[in-house]
Every structure is written in C-alpha cells, then in structure tokens.
C-alpha cells in the first residue's frame, strides 16, 4: 500500500523558512516523480513544484519560483520543499504526490498526473 | 497558460440520481486530463486519468469522457458517500493546472 506522510509544517513568521518533508513507503520511491500540491483553506488545489526520479528535473510554479526548492533522498524515500521568503499567501494545506512515471514529461501517449496523495501539513505564515 | 472552468460550481442531487460534471480548458488539451475527488478533512483522491481511464478501485459507476476541450466526469447512480468536492486537472508544457472544483452536495 503507497504511504506517503508529511510533517514539518507550522507556524512561521512572513519572511521566514520552513522545510517540509514527506516520508514514502509501499513503492520503490527511486522510480517515480513527485510532486507538492497545495491548498488555502476552502480554496481550490494549487500546484507548487514537480521533481523527477532522479532529481534531474524540477520545475517550479511561477508564484513560488525563486524561493522554494524542491529535492529528494532516494536512499530515505524522502521527498522535500525548502521554503524561504514566505508570504502570507503561502499560507496552506501542502500535500506531496507520487506521480505514475518516472518523468515529469508525457511519454507513451500519457501524460503524468497525481496518483497518490499524502494526508497533508499546514503551513501558517502570520505575524 | 492553459485554463480550466468547471460547471456548475454547486450540483444539487439526490442519491440515486445521475450527476453529470463539467470541465473546458481554454485550448486543447488532447486526452491529458485528470479528475480527483475531495472529501472535507481529506486529501484529494484520483479518479479518472487520461479523460476516461478509472483508476484502481473506482468504482465503475464513475466515468469520465471528452478530449480537446470538453470533458465529462459521470456519476451515473449517487451513493452518499459520493457528496464531496470534484477537480479536473490537466498538464502542458511543465505546468499543472486544476479547476475551481464542482461540489457535489445532497439535495
């Protein structure tokens, strides 16, 4: 069974750091992409930052390039977001995904997607 | 900037009755498009992939349809625990788009 656990969220202050890590079971985590999806609450689903198997790959939406940073430990089936210079509007649920392929790219006539979800960590970016 | 619009933002249905989900993107988006379910408290939850593929223990009375720029997400017999919150979700370029989401509430 795919596990995929968050934490490290929080409170910090606008302006501040916070890294998030999600810890992965019940898949080889080396052969898949991952993903951060994120929520505002009663809002709608945001990606944030997309990593390949090997970490070859990032990609970054526009509202959080520059001061996230997306990584991986294969040898810890970890996944990571280094968040720094948060802002209010950072403010959310972070979910991690496993995505289906190894690649972040369409391949095989299909395209990736979120194929698993973790249960999520609150960030909370206020004075 | 590829854009997805759900309709109708709130779907008011009995259980037992038929839903039918609506997603358009602002161009096309070939079969490349996903749809997830959200319950409240929840992570989402993958359905459909690839327009119209069920994913692993979906039930079969989900169905997803469309390509290009029309797409439909069925439920075709409402259960109770089928009431929740529905985004579609597509991919071009590196980016991922969702929708605004469709709630489904019971009526």
């Known amino acids: 069974e795919v596990q995929l656990l968050e934490s490290g969220g929080g409170l910090v202050q606008p302006g501040g750091s916070l890294r998030l890590s999600c810890t992965a079971s019940g898949f080889i985590f080396s052969s898949y992409a991952m993903s951060w999806v994120r929520q505002a609450r009663g809002k709608g689903l945001e990606w944030v930052s997309v990593i390949s198997d090997g970490a070859g790959t990032t990609h970054y939406a526009d509202s959080v390039k520059g001061r996230f940073t997306i990584s991986r430990d294969n040898s810890k089936s970890t996944l990571y977001l280094q968040m720094n210079s948060l802002r209010a509007e950072d403010t959310a649920v972070y979910f991690c995904?496993?995505?289906?392929?190894?690649?972040?790219?369409?391949?095989?006539?299909?395209?990736?997607?979120?194929?698993?979800w973790g249960q999520g960590t609150l960030v909370t970016v206020s004075s | 900037e590829i854009v997805l619009t759900q309709s109708p933002a709130t779907l008011s249905l009995s259980p037992g009755e038929r839903a039918t989900l609506s997603c358009r993107a602002s161009q096309s988006v070939s079969r490349y498009l996903a749809w997830y379910q959200q319950k409240p408290g929840q992570a989402p939850r993958l359905l459909i992939s690839g327009a119209s593929n069920r994913a692993t223990g979906i039930p079969a009375r989900f169905s997803g349809s469309g390509s290009g720029t029309d797409f439909t997400l069925t439920i075709s017999s409402l259960e109770p625990e089928d009431f929740a919150v529905y985004y579609c979700?597509?991919?071009?370029?590196?980016?991922?788009?969702f929708g605004q989401g469709t709630k489904l509430e019971i009526k």
């Open positions: 995904a496993k995505m289906p392929f190894s690649s972040v790219y369409c391949s095989g006539g299909s395209c990736p997607y979120f194929h698993y």
């Open positions: 979700q597509q991919r071009s370029d590196w980016r991922y788009t």
